[in-house]
């Protein structure tokens, strides 16, 4: 356990210092953090406040104001279906409904065997190819009900595809 969680600190400092931009601060580096692991873990409130020279408290409060950052690991597999007003007018609420009905699931979050998190997604920016889905972000474009269906009902657990 020890060892595991020095590995995540290790990939978690090595996030940190990928950074390079000129204003590194507690928010662009919770940003590093998330896109690395897809989480920000107890472990990265401590490097952070510790890497910016502020307060976990302080880390803590930036984090927790911002509803992009979650705290848990995501699914094996992130599943985004856009519904931004292109999408919108070319089916996405067909597409929605239809993945939501055979994950069992009523709202965006994670399949309870945490074989996917699915996420409404505003715009993909890819609306000329819209309807969009993207799966551990990879676009795919022109999609109806029945093929966003089958690439969800075909991602395996533990990351495969
Ligand atoms: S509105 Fe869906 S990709 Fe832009």
Partial sequence: MAAESE???ERIRKAMASQTQSNINVLSSLHAVLD?????????????????????????????????????????????????????????TIIL??????????????????????KYNTCLGACSQAPVISVDHRLMGRQTVESARSIVSQLKPGGGH
């Fill in 7 to 9: 590995a995540l600190r």
């Fill in 36 to 92: 690395e692991l897809g989480y920000v873990p107890d472990e990265a409130i401590e490097e952070v406040a510790e890497s910016t020279g502020t307060t976990i408290n302080t880390v803590w409060g930036v984090a927790s104001f911002y509803t992009n950052f979650r705290f848990t690991p995501p699914g094996d597999h992130i599943v985004e279906i856009c519904w931004g007003p292109t999408c919108h007018l070319l089916g996405a």
């Fill in 97 to 118: 409904q239809g993945v939501l009905d055979d994950l069992g699931m009523s709202d965006e979050g994670d399949t309870a065997d945490n074989r996917l998190t699915l």
